[in-house]
Nanobody
Framework: QVQLVESGGGLVQTGGSLRLSCAAS????????MAWFRQAPGKEREFVAA????????YYADSVKDRFTISRNNIKNTVYLQMNYLKPEDTAVYYC?????????????????????WGQGTQVTVSS
């Protein structure tokens, strides 16, 4: 069964850093776009960042641009989200997602319905 497993969440102070990891269960994910979304209490799930299959194209929400960096290691079947200069408004459950419909695609994929596999989520809490 295909799985995505996130790790790396936790509690951090404002201005701190965390690195999230998302491990895919098999190498078939290496040819698809991967992304991170987040959902804060009482809010809808929102796009954070996406990375094309090759890693050559990345996309970010305006709210995290210049603070977060998405990357991937297709040998390890893992996607990362490096989060720097964290703010209390970054507090949310962060989800990893995989598009499984468009192999070798490098265009923007920003909407949650474009992703077919989701991890269970990891909590990130930023204290003020």
């Amino acid at each position: 069964q295909v799985q995505l497993v996130e790790s790396g969440g936790g509690l951090v102070q404002t201005g701190g850093s965390l690195r999230l990891s998302c491990a895919a269960s098999d190498r078939s994910f290496s040819i698809y776009t991967m992304a991170w979304f987040r959902q804060a209490p009482g809010k809808e799930r929102e796009f954070v960042a996406a990375i094309s299959w090759s890693g050559d194209s990345t996309y970010y929400a305006d709210s995290v641009k210049d603070r977060f960096t998405i990357s991937r290691n297709n040998i390890k079947n893992t996607v990362y989200l490096q989060m720097n200069y964290l703010k209390p408004e970054d507090t949310a459950v962060y989800y990893c997602a995989a598009d499984r419909s468009r192999p070798y695609y490098s265009g923007s994929t920003l909407r949650s319905h474009e992703y077919h596999y989701w991890g269970q989520g990891t909590q990130v809490t930023v204290s003020s």
